[in-house]
């Protein structure tokens, strides 16, 4: 069965904290996507990669940076945090390069910064 | 640039009542794929169905529906006797098949709440 999963679901931090959120996959996809989720808005890309060691801005990658040193990991780094990002964070990954693939999503960390 | 707009933000309904939420979207892209994820209140995005441009057949799962028409650049779902576990956020969301981006432009989401 396919899954992915992400380190916490639950994070609360200080501004100007470096903050990491780590997703792990287990089927051996090649795409992996870092999106954020805020209301009324729907999913933006941050940031994707396409291979160990590679990686392409999204839609909003500003205060964010991304890290694939193994292809079934995919970190999101934030190096000094701030109140506006807040939001929910969701990791995915796919196989292909089409656009037909379906993405499969983790269950999503919801981080608070103070 | 593909844009994928929904325009209800929540609907709210009674158990048993069929609900249809809608999906607009855009793009230049001749090749492309609609996509739409449930999203319960645990958080993880579960996907429900991709169609591809060239297919406008109608598809049905039990009791969902889907309807793309290209003509109105529409791909919209319908829930037939709506049920508490239908209550959940749908996105719908577009892959172009020239960009090479691989990754999804989603919806704002719409929000079902079923009322028993």
């Known amino acids: 069965d396919v899954k992915v999963t992400q380190s916490s679901r639950y994070l609360v931090k200080r501004t100007g904290e470096k903050v990491f959120l780590e997703c792990v996959q287990d089927?051996?996809?090649?795409?992996m996507f870092w999106y954020r989720q805020d209301p009324g808005l729907g999913l933006r890309l941050i940031y994707f990669?396409?291979?160990?060691?590679?990686?392409e801005k999204g839609d909003i990658p500003e205060g964010y940076s991304v890290s694939r040193e193994k292809k079934e990991r995919f970190s999101l780094i934030l190096e000094s945090a701030s109140t506006n990002q807040t939001s929910m964070y969701l990791c995915?990954?796919?196989?292909?390069?089409?656009?037909?693939?379906?993405?499969?999503f983790g269950p999503g960390t919801r981080l608070l910064v103070l | 640039a593909q844009k994928v707009t929904q325009a209800q933000t929540e609907i709210s309904v009674v158990e048993k009542e069929d609900v249809t939420l809608d999906c607009v979207y855009e793009?230049?892209?001749?090749?492309?794929?609609l996509f739409w994820y449930k999203q319960p209140p645990s958080g993880e995005l579960v996907f429900l169905i991709r169609?591809?441009?060239?297919?406008?057949q109608n598809e049905i799962s039990g009791r969902y529906s889907w309807n793309f028409q290209k003509s109105t650049s529409s791909f919209n779902f319908t829930i037939t006797a709506s049920q508490v576990v239908d209550s959940a956020v749908y996105f719908c969301?577009?892959?172009?098949?020239?960009?090479?981006?691989?990754?999804?432009?989603f919806g704002s989401g719409t929000r079902l709440q079923v009322q028993p």
């Open positions: 995915a990954s796919s196989m292909g390069s089409s656009g037909q693939e379906t993405q499969y």
């Open positions: 089927m051996d996809h090649e795409n």
């Open positions: 990669s396409y291979d160990v060691k590679m990686k």
């Open positions: 793009t230049r892209d001749t090749t492309y794929y």
């Open positions: 169609r591809n441009s060239f297919d406008e």
């Open positions: 969301a577009l892959s172009e098949a020239s960009t090479g981006r691989r990754a999804l432009t």
